[in-house]
């Protein structure tokens, strides 16, 4: 893994658009069926959009119905983290890059196989790079 990149508060503002900080600096959440990603179909893999870091790789990728784009699992376990949020009167599990902390979004135990699991991430926190 590469090493933790830490910025200030004005350099991520300066690098990032209004979204793309609201959502992934300050742990906002995108509109459903809004961001650029949650329909894509091509092949590819989604990075980080604060630091580059490959997060999801296409061929996890699946159609929810959520709104937001979601992954079974991971291109690798520790490219990203977990916390604990209870923001909202809720409790859900946070999924944060691993490199930068940035917020990507949430993951839920109603995926499909082979983990169960559902990394539902907001498209304002990813880049995606097609594949051939």
């Known amino acids: 893994m590469a090493e933790k990149i830490i910025k200030s508060d004005d350099e991520w503002r300066r690098m990032l ?3 793309q ?3 992934a ?3 906002g959440t995108e509109r459903a069926f809004t961001g650029k990603y949650w329909d894509l179909h091509e092949t590819g893999v989604y990075l980080c959009v604060c630091c580059g870091n490959e997060l999801f790789n296409s ?3 699946y159609d929810s119905g959520c709104g937001w784009p979601s992954f079974y699992a991971p291109q690798a376990e520790e490219r990203v983290e977990t916390a604990v949020d209870r923001s909202y009167g809720m409790m859900r599990t946070e ?3 691993s490199r930068c902390g940035a917020h990507l979004g ?3 135990e109603d995926g499909p196989r082979p983990t ?3 990394y539902c991430m907001n498209s304002a926190s990813l880049n995606f790079v ?3």
């Open 17 to 19: 658009t209004q979204e």
């Open 59 to 61: 061929d996890t990728k």
């Open 25 to 27: 600096r300050r742990k």
């Open 95 to 97: 999924v944060m890059c």
């Open 21 to 23: 900080y609201e959502v």
């Open 116 to 118: 169960g699991l559902r």
């Open 106 to 108: 949430h993951v839920f």
């Open 130 to 132: 097609k594949k051939d």
